[in-house]
């Protein structure tokens, strides 16, 4: 007897192996389905599943805390714990 609902090895029928993770994910058997999920903080932003989950979006300045979601790179603004950091400028200083 095999759990067809829960075995990676046996997921949904005999013999239906769920594919392995690739970075930064997580391969599981969910109700007889295989599914990769991204590990926390990551992400899948280029639509590609043969690459993983490619994006760290605590620091990745072009995708920070979500696909797509840019900081202001000509303003030097970097991307921490997932937010484009934000910092006044100097007295008399203006951008």
Same mark, same amino acid.
């Given at each position: ?16 192996? /769920? *594919? ?17 999920? %991204? ?9 590609? *599943?043969?690459?993983? /989950? ?6 990745? *300045?072009?995708? %920070?805390?979500? %696909?797509?979601?840019? !900081? ?11 937010? !484009? ?11």
């Amino acid at each position: 007897c095999r759990d067809l609902v829960n075995d990676k090895s046996f997921c949904g029928s005999c013999k239906i192996f /769920c *594919p392995n993770a690739r970075n930064n994910q997580v391969s599981s058997c969910r109700k007889g389905l295989c599914e990769l999920e %991204c590990l926390p903080g990551f992400a899948d932003c280029n639509g590609d *599943p043969t690459d993983g /989950c490619e994006i760290d979006l605590r620091v990745h *300045p072009a995708n %920070c805390g979500g %696909c797509g979601k840019a !900081c202001d790179f000509g303003a030097g603004q970097p991307c921490i714990d997932g937010k !484009c950091l934000m910092t006044e400028c100097e007295a008399g200083v203006s951008r």
